[in-house]
């Protein structure tokens, strides 16, 4: 807002000051200070935003660990808005795992100590009937996304209920940060449901519900009014759906997806950057998607959206719907997933093969099942092993070498996170492979040197992804997302590794750049959307000027 606009806006004095969204601090010049009376309220210096900037950076020096930083940024975000974001916007690389993976787990196990402010809004059971009442309460009226958690799977952390907050506000921080979607039409939103967390209940500083979740039946009723009351309030809004448990993620997404602008972001996201990071590996060896096979440690949500995505490329790609599921194997905690499986859940039956069962896996030590995994690898030969386990080490020496010497470069993805969830460690996929495997994960590892050759890990994280759609639904106004939005996504982020950043291994682009690889997604995204009817807006000229001038840019 200019000048004129604060001083209409009645922002003066004090108010100005507190206020996150208009404040410059101590960037006000001396004729400013006097139009809004801000005299004696601020130190003599005159500060551009860049020397604001190096302070911040000064005092982040300071601090003792990550989420200290983390602490100190969130506070920096409720003081100076702009400020905020030209610090992060400055350095993506160095503070995304700051603001979201890995730091944000341990601030959201620790979200009820280091609450400082409300940001974002809880919506709780007992609002049942006055939802849209609720969301009214909101100041701004023109909110274009809502990243909505029940906090039931964060990470690899389980149900942390109103802990989980963290999650929707870094992920529409890294909207604003990563894709340059105006930061205030953004609502994190935590849909407070009760947690399964026994311990959290009983944590006096715990800051949500205190009940078990409800029935179904009456989580259905709930979520079916929250969707009604957020297309009345915020018509044009997009819903993402963030860290649901598994069952519930699915049964939600295939109940809106097709009536719903929405997406969930485990189960799309994921898959799609997953696919992005598999269209990277495979230009490498030079092999067509077709003809790979992939087998999954894992079943879940994240399992599922992966191979749901990978199948539909695989379509794509000339292969019929058999031929594409033929190429997919899973297994989870019961063993392979197998047709004759008695109560196999419904959404693990369409990935299901026809073949004989293995063992029940031993849940008390599942580190010791290597050796099933191991015949598994041997009997289906897959080119590609996905991890989406949260079990630490799944990816044993014997595995990593069965795959080896199937495959010249094996494709190694272990998704999982936090760190301390993740089935493999870059060194070790590197080192048991001789150097030859393509590898990804979910968190980003350190460069590995290994006899003089460095590594680079890949990092298959959905901030590739998500903000670039988040950024196309906004400037289309779309109608909906469909599954080839993120195929079309996931290609897009590929086409961004460079023939030299692929000799070098690479599957990703560099995150230094993310901002503008973001946009290049966004562009082939909205030039999909135009071409397909999903857009509301007329189709301009050049879509990336047009797209360009949206972006929001944090200055003062």
Not at 27 to 43: D, S, V
Not at 143 to 154: D, F, M, Y
Request: aromatic share 8%; glycine share 8%.
């Amino acid at each position: 807002m200019d000048q004129t606009g604060e001083a209409a806006a009645g922002s003066t004095g004090l108010n100005l000051l507190n206020d996150y969204i208009r404040t410059r601090g101590t960037a006000y010049t001396n004729e400013e200070r006097r139009r809004f009376k801000l005299e004696g309220l601020l130190p003599h210096a005159v500060e551009s935003l860049p020397r604001q900037a190096e302070r911040v950076l000064v005092q982040l020096e300071s601090k003792a660990s990550d989420l200290d930083r983390y602490i100190y940024l969130i506070g920096l975000c409720d003081r100076n808005q702009t400020l905020f974001y030209h610090v992060v916007m400055s350095a993506p690389a160095r503070f995304i795992p700051i603001l979201y993976d890995p730091t944000i787990a341990q601030a959201c196990l620790e979200f009820g100590d280091i609450y400082r402010r409300p940001r974002g809004m809880y919506i709780t059971r007992d609002m049942k009937g006055r939802m849209a009442q609720v969301l009214r309460n909101w100041p701004v009226k023109n909110v274009r996304a809502i990243c909505v958690s029940s906090g039931g799977r964060i990470l690899g952390l389980g149900d942390i209920g109103a802990n989980g907050m963290g999650i929707p506000i870094g992920k529409l921080q890294l909207y604003t940060a990563c894709a340059g979607v105006p930061p205030d039409c953004l609502l994190p939103i935590l849909f407070d449901i009760g947690t399964t967390n026994e311990v959290l209940r009983a944590d006096p500083l715990y800051l949500g519900l205190r009940e078990a979740p409800p029935p179904v039946q009456e989580l259905d009723e709930l979520i079916e009014e929250f969707v009604t009351a957020v297309q009345a309030v915020f018509p044009d809004c997009l819903l993402h759906f963030e860290d649901w448990k598994g069952t519930d993620a699915l049964r939600i997404l295939e109940r809106y997806r097709d009536t719903v602008l929405c997406h969930d972001d485990d189960i799309q996201g994921t898959a799609a950057i997953v696919l992005a990071g598999l269209i990277t590996a495979l230009q490498i060896i030079e092999a067509p998607l077709k003809a790979q096979r992939f087998l999954f440690l894992g079943a879940g949500s994240a399992a599922i959206g992966i191979a749901g995505l990978i199948i539909s490329a695989m379509k794509s790609a000339g292969c019929t719907e058999s031929e594409a599921r033929s190429r997919i194997l899973m297994f989870d905690t019961q063993g392979l997933v197998v047709t004759d499986r008695p109560g196999l859940a419904a959404q693990k039956a369409p990935f299901a093969q026809d073949c004989a069962p293995s063992q029940p896996f031993d849940h008390t030590d599942l580190l010791s099942e290597g050796p099933q995994i191991v015949a598994a690898i041997e009997a289906f030969k897959p080119t590609g092993l996905i991890g989406v386990s949260t079990t630490r080490g799944l990816f044993t020496q014997e595995v990593v070498q069965a795959m080896s010497r199937l495959n010249r470069q094996p494709i190694i993805f272990s998704l999982s996170n936090p760190t301390e969830k993740t089935e493999c460690l870059a060194q070790d996929a590197y080192l048991w492979s001789e150097g030859r495997a393509l590898f990804a994960a979910g968190v980003q590892f350190p460069n590995v040197t290994i006899a003089g050759r460095t590594f680079h890990p890949g990092q298959a994280n959905n901030f590739y992804i998500y903000p670039a759609i988040g950024l196309a639904t906004y400037v289309a106004r779309a109608k909906r997302l469909t599954d080839e939005c993120f195929i079309v996504a996931a290609h897009a982020t590929a086409d961004q590794v460079s023939r030299e950043q692929r000799a070098a291994g690479r599957l990703f682009p560099d995150q230094c750049n993310i901002l503008e690889t973001e946009v290049t997604t966004a562009v082939r995204v909205v030039e999909f959307m135009f071409d397909h009817g999903l857009a509301q807006v007329e189709r301009p000229e050049d879509i990336r000027d047009w797209i360009e001038s949206q972006l929001y840019v944090p200055k003062y």
